[in-house]
């Protein structure tokens, strides 16, 4: 169970849109449409942004989609928010009742 | 509303186990996994294992086999997850997450030093 590859980094400006990779496998994010992204803010717990590959909870704005091709999830932030910096995580249903999440990417807001 | 409260920090010894709880409220417990999942200081998420409230059956992360054990009690809508054979690498926040992870407990700082 390897974690799932995301950059470590992305930024753009206000308005702009950013879109954040996570690469797995057939055994993970290629096999399964259970893929979720996580927004979390330094000290704070983590807070389900999508799930199900593209389906967003209520209360999450629209700016926030989500999408797979093959081995590889993305998530997309359209209309870049100052409150919108800050680390990302997908996560893969992985078989047998397990999951792994990504490495992680920072979205700095210039 | 639906609330996962977990335990205070705590501070081991190496070699010595570590077990935090996290009391649900809020919806009906028995109806959704509950994960785990810890980020060491600085590092990233990385996802421990579930347990399945109502009947309690449990998966964990293949690095956790063998040291990790999560039980429930569901007269007290508790979880708890139980962390042995401590090491320096263990020192994290530990969360519980559930209600398809749209909900986590606020952590549990667990350090390990002697």
């Known amino acids: 169970q390897s974690a799932l590859t995301q950059p470590r980094s992305v930024s753009g400006s206000p308005g702009q849109s950013v879109t954040i990779s996570c690469t797995g496998t057939?055994?993970?994010?290629?096999?399964?449409?259970?893929v979720s992204w996580y927004q979390q803010h330094p000290g704070k717990a983590p807070k389900l942004m999508i799930y199900?590959?593209?389906k967003r909870p209520s209360g999450v704005p629209d700016r926030f989609s989500g999408s797979k091709s093959g081995n590889t999830a993305s998530l997309t932030i359209s209309g870049l928010q100052a409150e919108d910096e800050a680390d990302y995580y997908c996560c893969s249903y992985a078989g047998s009742n397990t999951y792994v999440f990504g490495t992680g990417t920072k979205v700095t807001v210039l | 509303q639906v609330q996962l409260v977990q335990s205070g920090a705590e501070v081991k010894k190496p070699g010595a186990s570590v077990k935090v709880s996290c009391k649900a409220s809020?919806?009906?417990?028995?109806?959704?996994?509950m994960h785990w999942v810890r980020q060491a200081p600085g590092q990233g998420l990385e996802w421990m294992g579930i347990?399945?409230?109502?009947?309690?059956?449990?998966s964990y992360a293949q690095k956790f086999q063998g040291r990790v054990t999560m039980t429930r009690d569901t007269s007290t809508s508790t979880v708890y997850m139980e962390l042995s054979s401590l090491r320096s690498e263990d020192t994290a926040v530990y969360y519980c997450a559930s209600v398809d992870t749209a909900y986590w407990g606020q952590g549990t700082l667990v350090t390990v030093s002697s």
């Open positions: 057939s055994s993970d994010v290629g096999g399964y449409n259970y």
């Open positions: 809020g919806y009906t417990f028995t109806s959704y996994y």
């Open positions: 347990i399945n409230p109502s009947g309690g059956s449990t």
């Open positions: 199900d590959v593209s």
